[in-house]
């Protein structure tokens, strides 16, 4: 029997998490990330495309750069709609959705530093949420 089995069951007929938030009059509805897509947002970050794409093979990528492509990553892999709309096929499998995710990548990193200073922000702020609910699981899960 495992220990967290009943928080977890609460916790699942609670719902997820959400965060919407509106940038550049883009409206954006996210959730909290399973551990497998966090792995598949790791996945996401391949600098050496990027390199090969306009030949700097040899080009050096910062620490702070990976991470903001990573949160990026994170992002549209979170995001259930923009202007109510999912951005995924709903009926595609699995491989094509994430195709379609790693797409979306390059769409939100097309829109600027800004843009995804933003975004990661707001993103930031479903994880302060998400940290608020388990602080005390037991109430928010009674609401």
Do not use: C, W
């Not at 409206?27 to 598949?40: D, G, H, P, W």
């Not at 990573?70 to 109510?84: F, S």
């Amino acid at each position: 029997m495992s220990l967290v089995k009943d928080v977890i069951q609460s916790v699942a007929r609670q719902g997820e998490i959400t965060h919407d938030f509106t940038v550049k009059g883009l409206k954006f509805v996210i959730r909290s990330l399973a551990t497998e897509e966090q792995i598949l947002a790791d996945g996401m970050v391949d600098t050496g495309k990027i390199r090969k794409k306009y030949g700097a093979e040899n080009l050096m990528t910062l620490s702070d750069t990976i991470q903001k492509y990573r949160t990026i990553a994170m992002v549209a892999l979170a995001t259930k709609t923009v202007n109510g709309k999912s951005p995924v096929d709903e009926e595609a499998t699995l491989e094509e959705q994430y195709k379609q995710r790693q797409e979306f990548v390059d769409e939100l990193m097309s829109l600027g530093s800004a843009f995804m200073d933003t975004v990661i922000r707001e993103y930031n702020k479903l994880g302060v949420k998400e940290r608020e609910f388990y602080q005390d699981v037991d109430e928010n899960i009674k609401k």
